[in-house]
Every structure is written in C-alpha cells, then in structure tokens.
C-alpha cells in the first residue's frame, strides 16, 4: 500500500507494532498452551503453586481419560457427538443446498422475506423451546437418544448454513446460466459445469461450521440425554470430581475434545468468518 | 464482493418464469406450475425448520399458561396469568435479567474493543502475520465447555491455578513468599465468566473487523496519506466509518450468541454468587424445581426479549444484503 520509501521511523514504528500483534497472539494463545502442557504432566506437578514448568512430561492425564483406573471408556460419548454432528450435519446440507438454490440462482419471488424468516429462527434462544421439545421426546421414547440431537442440531444450524450457501450461490455468474440455458444445456449440465465449482467450496465450509456448532452444543445434550446417548461435552463435564487430583486429566480430556474442532477450523480459516457473519461478510 | 444483479433483472434473466397479462390461460397454469418448481427445493427446509423451531414455541406459550408442576402432576390446570406474575415478582429471576444484560453487555463491548485493536494490529503486513492470525483464532475453536473448564480448574482456581501459581512466582523473585492468593471466583463472580467469554469472543470480533478493513478501499487511505492526513485523521474520517456496519454486525450477532450463553455460566460457577443469566434460570427451575409452567412463562419472556434484539439485529443484516444486492 505505502509505495512511498519507508523513513527509519515508519519503519521502526513498524516492527513495534509487528511486535505489539506477536504478544497479543502469544497471550491469547497462553491458556491453550497451558491446558496441552497440563495436560502431559502427572496429576502431582499439573497442581503446584507456583506452576511446574519444566516438570517431566507424562501420559498419565491421557490414559485415565481413556479410563485405565475407572473403566469409564470415553468412546461411547465421543461416537455419540460424531454420530449427532456428521449426521446432523449431513441432513443440514441435504436441506440447505436445495433451499439455497432456491433462493440464489433461480430466486423465487419474496426470497429476502424467506432468508430473514430463517434468520430470525436463529435469534430465539433454544432455551425458550427445550421444554416442549422434553415433554415430545418423553412421550414419543426419544429422550436420551442420539437422533433426538441429530434432529435438534439440524435445526439449529440449518438457517446459518441457508444463509451461507446463499450467500457462495450468489457468486455463481448470471451470464453463464443464461448462455448455457441458450444453449440448450440441461439441469444436469448446469449444475455440474457451472454451479458446482463455485458451490463445492462452500459446501465444504458450510459442513464445517455446521459440524463445530454441533459438536460443541451443551445444553440439549445434557438435558435430553443420559446414560445412553450422552455426548463428547457432557463426558467432560462429569470428569470434575470433588475427591482427589484430576487437572491433567481433564486438560487431556478437553485437549483430546477440542482437536477435531481446532483441526476443523484452522482448515477452514478463510471461510470461518463468512459463516459465523451468517454470508454477510466475506 | 462479485457483481450481483438486483431480483428483477434475476427474474427476467429466465423468460417465461412468470406468465405476463398478455399469455393465455394455459400459460398461466404452466406458469404456476414453474412458480411451483422454484419453490420446491425451498420447501423441506421451510417444513422441518417450522416443525421443528416453531412448533415448540407455540407449545412454550400454551404452556405458560398452565399450572404444571412435574413433581405434582395431579394439580394441573389452567393458570392464566400466575406464571407470568410469579416470573415478574420473582426477585431470583428479576436479578437474572440484569445479570444477563450487564454479562452480555459487559462481554460483547470489551470484545469489540478488543477485537478492533487486534483487528487493526493484523491489517499490516510484518512477519509471521498468518502465524499470529492462527493464534488468534484458537480460543474461538477450543470447545466452549473444555474453554470453561480450563478457566475454572487451570487458570482461577485459588491454590494451584496458573493466575494465583504467576503471582507466587513473580513474589518470589523479589524474595517474597507472602504473594496475594485471590480466590477469583468467590471474589470477583461475573467478572471470572466475563473474562473467559471476552478471551473467546475477542477473536470472533477480530475476524468480522479484520474483514471489514480488508474490504475498505486502499486507494482512498493512501490518497489522505498523500494529502498528509495524520494515522489517526485516517482512523477517525476513512476506517471507523466504514467499519461502522461492521461493527453493528459483530456487536449484534456477538449479542445473540453470548445472551444464550450456558456453558460458562453453568461450568464457571454453576450460575451462584449473582452470576445467574437467563438461559441458565429456566434450566434451573425447568431441571431441578421441574415447574414446567413457570420455566414456560419464563422462555416466552426471554423470547419476547431477544425479539427486540433481533430486530435491531435483522436490519442490520439487512442493509447489508441490499448493499450486496445492489451492488
């Protein structure tokens, strides 16, 4: 931007403040890095005062959250968040993408006042409906049942991910829609020539976004499930016990938890912000 | 941001859509058969989100108005208003409310703040930019649970928490062993939840702000430049009014995300010590008092709440779209 030669003290104003966005990173990132370090060290040197630093690393904190002393195997949790998340997530854009054509490339009349219906879905609070959805699951045998939260989570990601796939539809251009309707192009040509290329990336950010939001959820998981069905962030809530050392085990815990959405999200960096700003900013 | 065309110039890209006065009958019955067509692939979506998310809320009201206490199941009945009185004279609740709002208050502007300074930090190039920007991000990506868990046990906790563990440390340097061991989460209740929502939602503002300076014309900054305009003429008069909507959206959306918030309030401090929010009371007395009618009447409040955000909220969103639109 600045084609004009640097001063001496442009550019040492530079490199400071080069330097000011290097700490800034550094102490958000601190916490994180505290809870993987923890998360290696035995329960004894994960609890000292003042912290051990250079204390010799250990697995322990990672096997007890495999239950090596209690048994308790945190694999059920874990397969049920996996389960309600891809296929929740897998429903969301069986839904979304043909919703979102419907209202990008071939808009149908009214298509702002359907987006802005989807929207507001998305404003009210889930804790308002969690009662009745309670009293429908306790009567119809789906409480503590893994597609309960497929069903839940599909709703409550489907507005976010219509607005998202509207929003990467709208990027698919006119003029070659209507040169291809010229030519004689069918259905199936238009969507595979012209429609897919734009619209496969996102997709693929679309089902990320729609995957993390479902995989973190808290709140319906622990209210409508239980033994059975419960999910990846309740088995983390019930490691905290009130007898005896537990740090490194939970920091492996939430360690082991968070991967598949850190992973998820450092893919989809570039598309994060258009998903979480609903397709409004790109 | 591409070109877009506006919605009628879309609708006449693709003739014979709409029928026009002048077709025939039958140009009208295949042309509502094509309207049809548009309309179909919209319509699962439309049914299973209405089914799903409206349905409730419509069941939330009627039970609001009924006297439903699960653990009395035999005293059922119409209620009319008494819920509603009981959710405005309840003091537990009226303080849940303020909780809500100076929490969410609280959290969405100390984040914004944040953000825009981190946001402007990462707007120039210098080395290792992409790195720094991954750094950022993390907190966001760490699952809200695992966040909350790490502050409370990891960070807070009075005896061997990282904060009390620094404060030995740094004593200790100067020969001390008498450092301040707070404990943060009996002394400073709200703030210790504000603190680690603000460590997750900073990065969140940052990214909507950071997009927002990318997209400002860089033309316009270097023309002041060159009229020598101070950095912060440029930062007053060009960045911050066209950060404006921007700043709108992250502060809105920010405010519906973090007014729903649960897992921290639950985890942090399992909602004691005045740090109650909204979302978390009717857990409370729909989980463990089990009055389904009060903790109805008390959803349908919040619901009217959020609407008012929302509102605000949509507009927002909506002049941005049109913005797109007719671009």
């Known amino acids: 931007m600045n084609r004009a030669p640097l001063t001496r003290r442009q550019r040492r104003t530079g490199s400071l403040l080069g330097l000011a966005a290097w700490l800034c990173g550094i102490a958000f990132f601190l916490p994180v890095a505290w809870m993987v370090l923890t998360s290696f060290h035995s329960e004894a040197d994960a609890a000292t005062n003042p912290p051990s630093l250079g204390a010799g690393l250990s697995l322990h904190g990672y096997r007890e959250f495999f239950g090596a002393d209690s048994g308790v195997s945190p694999w059920p949790p874990l397969i049920n968040s996996l389960t309600a998340s891809v296929v929740s997530t897998l429903l969301v854009l069986a839904l979304a993408v043909p919703a979102a054509y419907a209202l990008a490339i071939k808009p149908v009349r009214k298509w702002s006042d359907v987006l802005f219906f989807f929207l507001s879905t998305k404003m009210l609070p889930l804790v308002a409906g969690l009662l009745p959805v309670y009293l429908v699951a306790q009567n119809t045998g789906l409480l503590d049942s893994v597609w309960l939260l497929v069903i839940l989570y599909t709703s409550m990601n489907l507005p976010i991910a219509v607005w998202m796939m509207r929003s990467f539809l709208a990027e698919v251009p006119v003029e070659m829609l209507e040169a291809a309707s010229i030519d004689g192009a069918g259905l199936t040509t238009t969507l595979t020539r012209i429609v897919a290329p734009v619209a496969l990336p996102g997709i693929a950010a679309t089902a990320l976004i729609s995957f993390i939001f479902s995989w973190n959820e808290l709140l319906f998981a622990r209210v409508l499930t239980g033994i059975v069905a419960g999910t990846a962030p309740v088995f983390l809530t019930g490691l905290v016990t009130s007898q005896g050392l537990f740090l490194a085990k939970v920091c492996a815990a939430a360690t082991v938890i968070s991967l598949p959405v850190l992973v998820a999200g450092f893919a989809a960096q570039d598309k994060l912000v258009q998903g979480l700003s609903l397709g409004a900013v790109k | ?327």
Not at chain 2, 91 to 118: E, F
Not at chain 2, 219 to 242: K, N, S, W
């Open chain 2, 1 to 327: 941001m591409p070109t877009q065309t506006t919605e009628p110039a879309r609708e006449a890209a693709s003739p014979g859509a709409r029928p026009d006065g002048a077709a025939g009958a039958g140009g009208r019955r295949t042309g509502r058969a094509k309207d049809w067509a548009r309309r179909a692939p919209l319509l699962p979506a439309l049914v299973f989100l209405i089914v799903v998310t409206q349905l409730p809320f419509v069941a939330t009201v009627v039970i609001s108005f009924t006297r439903w206490n699960a653990l009395a199941p035999d005293h059922r009945g119409f209620a009319a208003f008494a819920n509603y009185r009981a959710v405005f004279t309840d003091p537990a609740l009226r303080s849940s409310v303020g909780t809500t709002v100076l929490l969410t208050v609280t959290v969405v502007l100390v984040s914004l703040v944040l953000g825009l300074g981190l946001a402007l930090l990462l707007d120039r190039s210098f080395r290792g930019r992409g790195i720094v920007r991954t750094l950022l991000i993390t907190p966001f990506l760490v699952v809200p649970v695992a966040s909350a868990l790490l502050w409370k046990h990891a960070l807070y906790n009075a005896s061997y928490g990282l904060i009390n563990g620094s404060l030995t440390w740094i004593w200790g340097l100067f020969g001390s062993d008498n450092a301040p061991q707070p404990d943060w989460m009996t002394a400073v209740p709200l703030a210790s939840v504000e603190v680690s929502l603000i460590w997750q939602w900073t990065p969140f503002m940052m990214l909507i702000l950071l997009a927002g300076l990318q997209s400002r014309a860089a033309d316009a900054v270097e023309a002041a430049r060159m009229d020598g305009a101070t950095a912060f003429d440029i930062f007053r008069y060009l960045t911050l009014p066209h950060l404006r909507r921007y700043l709108e959206l992250a502060a809105l959306l920010g405010t519906v995300y973090v007014v729903q918030n649960f897992d921290a309030v639950f985890t942090i401090t399992s909602g004691g010590l005045g740090t109650a929010n909204l979302p978390y009371t009717i857990y409370q007395t729909f989980y463990q008092a089990h009055d389904y009618g009060r903790a109805s009447a008390q959803g349908v409040v919040v619901v009217v709440c959020s609407l008012l955000v929302a509102t605000f909220a949509l507009r927002t969103v909506s002049s941005l779209l049109r913005e797109e639109v007719t671009r």
